[in-house]
């Protein structure tokens, strides 16, 4: 998978000003291990049996500011630790992610989610999760909303 690279506008209502930002997710690098291990341990996302493999970060001009996990397995791929830092929220850090692993991905993409409308956007289903999946307990789910915990598919 190839660096992604998408530019987000900023316009104010009267149109004077545009600020154009740059967008870039690619694959994490060792160096980007200790930055997303903080980003993933402010958001409450960081487990035990952590490893990052199959890391993307994504980068504006303040540096890292997104981290989502993207593990292919045999047959299918699995989305995890999607999270964006605070203050970068809700500016379609977190769709553009997605976007990405959509068009790269020929496989099925699973994921586990507290947050089931979200990815509803993007086509994805709440469905049953399949013997192959890594186990909510890899996640340490038990500590996050289980009864709101939601197994989702997309393709």
Known sequence: ????????????????????KMLIIRPAAKKDWATIKKILQELDL?????????FFVAENENGIIGTAQFRNFNGFNFLSSLAVVPNEQKKGIASAFIKEFISSSA???????ILPAFFEKFGFK??????ALPSKDLY???DCHLDKCVCMAKG
């Open 107 to 113: 496989l099925p993409i699973y994921l586990y989610t």
């Open 140 to 142: 340490e789910c038990e």
């Open 46 to 54: 960081y487990y035990a049996a952590l490893t990052f493999d199959a």
């Open 126 to 131: 709440i469905t049953q999760p399949i013997p």
């Open 1 to 20: 998978m190839s660096s992604f690279v998408a530019t987000v506008f900023h316009k104010r209502i009267d149109y004077t000003i545009i600020i154009i």
